[in-house]
Nanobody, 115 residues
C-alpha cells in the first residue's frame, strides 16, 4: 500500500512563497496521476492541481499562474511550488495518488499565510 507524506508547510507572509513536497513509499507513483488538495478550517476539501503520469498539469482557477505542480518519478515525489501567496490560501494541503476507486491520501501539511 502506498503511503504519502507531505512536508514544507509553515507560516508565510502574503506575497511570499512555499514549496510543498509529497514523498511516496510502498509503491511507485510513476503510473498514476497525482493531485494536491486543500482544506481550510470549517470548509470542504477542494482540489488545487493535478499532474498526470505523462506530466500534463491542470490547476484550479484560484491558483492558476501562482502555483506549479511537478513530479520526480525517480525520487517518487510530487511538489507544489506556491508563489504570491494570499491569506485565502491558508489551509491544510494534502497530496493524493489518483486511481480508479479510492485513492491514497497523505496526512497533510499546514500552510498559513498571514502578516
Amino acid at each position: 500500500q502506498v503511503q504519502l507524506v507531505e512536508s514544507g508547510g509553515g507560516l508565510v507572509q502574503p506575497g511570499g512563497s512555499l514549496r510543498l513536497s509529497c514523498a511516496a513509499s510502498g509503491g511507485s507513483i510513476s503510473d498514476y496521476a497525482m493531485g494536491w488538495y486543500r482544506q481550510a478550517l470549517g470548509k470542504q476539501r477542494e482540489w488545487v492541481a493535478t499532474i498526470t503520469n505523462g506530466g500534463s498539469t491542470v490547476y484550479a482557477d484560484s491558483v492558476k499562474g501562482r502555483f506549479t505542480i511537478s513530479r520526480d518519478n525517480a525520487k517518487n515525489t510530487v511538489s507544489l511550488q506556491m508563489n504570491k501567496l494570499k491569506p485565502e490560501d491558508t489551509a491544510a494541503y494534502y497530496c493524493k495518488l489518483i486511481r480508479i476507486g479510492p485513492g491514497y491520501w497523505g496526512q497533510g501539511t499546514q500552510v498559513t499565510v498571514s502578516s
